[in-house]
Nanobody, 120 residues
Framework: QVQLVESGGGLVQAGGSLRLSCAAS????????MGWHRQAPGKQRELVAV???????NYVDSVKGRFTISRDNAKNTVSLQMNSLEPEDTAVYYC??????????????WGQGAQVTVSS
């Protein structure tokens, strides 16, 4: 079984920074894309950033230039550095990973979620 465990998040004032990290563990063959989504109250979950195994990144327009996604393939981790935070960034942030498991094939796994609150 694959588990994604998130850490980081919290409360910060507008303009501040936070870092989220997510570690994958379990028995798997490989991890393909990894990413971060977020869900604000009353809104649908949206993709924030994604990074391929080779390090190619993509971001939603609203966070470009402020957020940076990175990963460590040796440690099976993905991180999201969030700078110049705005109240509109307040949400629960979920990491996800596209994982190949020998016994069950390929599927997407999700972390438990981390609350990020930005005060104005």
């Amino acid at each position: 079984q694959v588990q994604l465990v998130e850490s980081g998040g919290g409360l910060v004032q507008a303009g501040g920074s936070l870092r989220l990290s997510c570690a994958a563990s379990g028995r798997f063959v490989s991890i393909n894309d990894m990413g971060w989504h977020r869900q604000a109250p009353g809104k649908q979950r949206e993709l924030v950033a994604v990074i391929t195994k080779g390090g190619i990144t993509n971001y939603v327009d609203s966070v470009k230039g402020r957020f940076t996604i990175s990963r460590d393939n040796a440690k099976n981790t993905v991180s999201l550095q969030m700078n110049s935070l705005e109240p509109e960034d307040t949400a629960v942030y979920y990491c996800n990973a596209d994982v190949w498991v020998l016994s069950t094939g390929r599927r997407v796994y999700w972390g438990q979620g981390a609350q990020v609150t930005v005060s104005s």
